[in-house]
């Protein structure tokens, strides 16, 4: 009878997790994420929340398929996961948005510093966890109120978060309209010294630089305006991974195969060549001050590293494209 007592509790345990956990990252769901904070607030009647949106993530989905989404979604659980505390309650409360509330009395300081914090996390990406190699976040964060509950304290962070997206699409144009202050003038040396430092890559790794697909655009177009008034050699190749019959390879084999090759593609051309991810079986790359021939030769070392390296070289081949970058043509304003 014990025995019998002692499976039936441990059942009922497993379910009330498995009601309690969202299913795709492990974390806890929206309505066990509401309860628990709840909970803290009555008893405590002090805490932080900070809500977590993933900028741009239907691109994700669009350009590399739902399953590389779901990917990014449990990297980005597994590095909440890494840096909040064992009391602090972590979950996914739909879509690409997290939640992190801290049984802490802390000021708007805090909050500022911790939502720094968060972001920086997700600029440089280990590569076999991500499609992309940098995310950009969007985090806000609410202290808590007298009569707080969890729906309000939620709301003021989820219209700061509303809003901060927000200004950062008018940012740019509002950024000359700034009034001119004499005691900033006199800190614009530092000023700028800070920018450098956050502009600058923190941690260079050798070879080629891998950018998220939306980077890669952004940086494609400046090329293309340089060589306005530029003349240099700069040339795009595009590798594709498939079998005899031009098919994409099956997705266990696909993920090992294109992991294999971003390793080869960054470690066979300079630290001022650039590549993305562009598509689930491709990678787009950029080489400059390079001939026809020479890029040709660089395309062919990449398939032969390839080919000797991958336990799957009888069943796939790697071919490229190659396509000389031009200088886009100055339109006028109407």
């Given at each position: 009878?014990?025995?019998?007592?002692?499976?039936?509790?441990?059942?009922?345990?497993?379910?009330?997790?498995?009601?309690?956990?969202?299913?795709?990252?492990?974390?806890?769901n929206r309505m066990a994420v509401?309860?628990?904070?709840?909970?803290?607030?009555?008893?405590?009647?002090?805490?932080?929340?900070?809500?977590?949106?993933?900028?741009?993530?239907?691109?994700?989905?669009?350009?590399?398929?739902?399953?590389?989404?779901?990917?990014?979604?449990?990297?980005?659980?597994?590095?909440?996961?890494?840096?909040?505390?064992?009391?602090?309650?972590?979950?996914?409360?739909?879509?690409?948005?997290?939640?992190?509330?801290?049984?802490?009395?802390?000021?708007?300081?805090?909050?500022?510093?911790?939502?720094?914090?968060?972001?920086?996390?997700?600029?440089?990406?280990?590569?076999?966890?991500?499609?992309?190699?940098?995310?950009?976040?969007?985090?806000?964060?609410?202290?808590?109120?007298k009569g707080d509950d969890y729906?309000?304290?939620?709301?003021?962070?989820?219209?700061?978060?509303?809003?901060?997206?927000?200004?950062?699409?008018?940012?740019?144009?509002?950024?000359?309209?700034?009034?001119?202050?004499?005691?900033?003038?006199?800190?614009?040396?530092?000023?700028?010294?800070?920018?450098?430092?956050?502009?600058?890559?923190?941690?260079?790794?050798?070879?080629?630089?891998?950018?998220?697909?939306?980077?890669?655009?952004?940086?494609?177009?400046?090329?293309?305006?340089?060589?306005?008034?530029?003349?240099?050699?700069?040339?795009?190749?595009?590798?594709?991974?498939?079998?005899?019959?031009?098919?994409?390879?099956?997705?266990?084999?696909?993920?090992?195969?294109?992991?294999?090759?971003?390793?080869?593609?960054?470690?066979?051309?300079?630290?001022?060549?650039?590549?993305?991810?562009?598509?689930?079986?491709?990678?787009?790359?950029?080489?400059?001050?390079?001939?026809?021939?020479?890029?040709?030769?660089?395309?062919?070392?990449?398939?032969?590293?390839?080919?000797?390296?991958?336990?799957?070289?009888?069943?796939?081949?790697?071919?490229?494209?190659?396509?000389?970058?031009?200088?886009?043509?100055?339109?006028?304003?109407?």
């Amino acid at each position: 009878m014990k025995n019998v007592l002692a499976l039936l509790k441990n059942e009922n345990r497993r379910l009330s997790q498995q009601a309690e956990t969202d299913w795709l990252t492990g974390l806890y769901n929206r309505m066990a994420v509401e309860e628990k904070v709840g909970r803290r607030l009555k008893k405590y009647e002090t805490g932080v929340l900070f809500v977590i949106d993933i900028d741009n993530f239907k691109s994700i989905n669009d350009r590399y398929g739902h399953l590389a989404g779901d990917q990014v979604l449990r990297g980005v659980a597994r590095i909440l996961q890494e840096r909040v505390f064992h009391s602090d309650i972590l979950g996914r409360i739909g879509g690409d948005e997290f939640v992190i509330f801290m049984s802490v009395k802390q000021d708007q300081n805090f909050i500022e510093e911790r939502c720094r914090q968060i972001r920086q996390q997700f600029l440089n990406l280990p590569p076999d966890q991500f499609m992309v190699t940098r995310l950009s976040v969007t985090v806000c964060g609410s202290i808590y109120q007298k009569g707080d509950d969890y729906q309000r304290l939620f709301d003021r962070a989820d219209q700061r978060l509303i809003t901060e997206k927000s200004l950062r699409k008018k940012r740019p144009a509002d950024a000359d309209n700034r009034p001119e202050n004499t005691s900033n003038m006199k800190s614009l040396k530092t000023d700028m010294e800070q920018v450098s430092l956050e502009l600058s890559e923190p941690n260079p790794y050798a070879g080629a630089f891998c950018q998220d697909y939306d980077s890669f655009v952004g940086i494609y177009r400046f090329v293309e305006r340089r060589l306005q008034r530029v003349h240099s050699s700069v040339y795009s190749l595009l590798f594709t991974l498939a079998d005899e019959h031009g098919d994409f390879p099956d997705l266990p084999e696909r993920i090992l195969l294109m992991e294999e090759l971003h390793t080869i593609i960054q470690m066979s051309l300079r630290a001022g060549d650039v590549f993305t991810r562009y598509s689930s079986c491709q990678y787009l790359v950029m080489v400059s001050d390079a001939t026809d021939l020479q890029t040709d030769g660089i395309a062919e070392r990449i398939r032969e590293k390839f080919i000797n390296s991958s336990s799957f070289s009888d069943k796939y081949i790697l071919v490229y494209k190659r396509y000389p970058l031009k200088p886009s043509e100055a339109r006028g304003r109407k």
